[in-house]
């Protein structure tokens, strides 16, 4: 079984950063591919960012590339530093994880998920 814990989420200024944190536990070395969806009130799940099992591949939605930036420091970490937050960025932050080698963006491909963590930007 494997467990992804999100934290980092809070209140923030438009303007202002925030980095969140997901932690996986369990048997999470199998875990590969991760990333961050999102979901605000109202509208669909949507994929932000993706890191590939070797971390030297990423991919980002169009609306928050150059300010959000993926990363992880093993098999157990992963994070979402957000920079330039903007009100439309206001949602709850789902970290996810799957196995394999293909570093999907569709939130069916992906088996492993955090409970959310609230992310809200005040304008």
């Known amino acids: 079984q494997v467990q992804l814990v999100e934290s980092g989420g809070g209140l923030v200024q438009a303007g202002g950063s925030l980095r969140l944190s997901c932690a996986a536990s369990?048997?999470?070395?199998?875990?590969?591919?991760m990333a961050w969806f999102r979901q605000a009130p109202g509208k669909e799940r949507e994929f932000v960012a993706a890191?590939?099992?070797?971390?030297?591949?990423t991919s980002y939605a169009d609306s928050v590339k150059g300010r959000f930036t993926i990363s992880r420091d093993n098999a157990k970490l992963v994070y979402l530093q957000m920079n330039s937050l903007e009100a439309e960025d206001t949602a709850v932050y789902y970290c996810?994880?799957?196995?394999?080698?293909?570093?999907?963006?569709?939130?069916?491909?992906?088996?492993?998920w955090g409970q959310g963590t609230q992310v809200t930007v005040s304008s």
């Open positions: 890191i590939a099992w070797s971390g030297g591949s």
């Open positions: 996810a994880g799957t196995y394999g080698r293909v570093t999907p963006t569709r939130a069916d491909d992906y088996g492993y």
């Open positions: 369990g048997r999470s070395f199998y875990i590969y591919p």
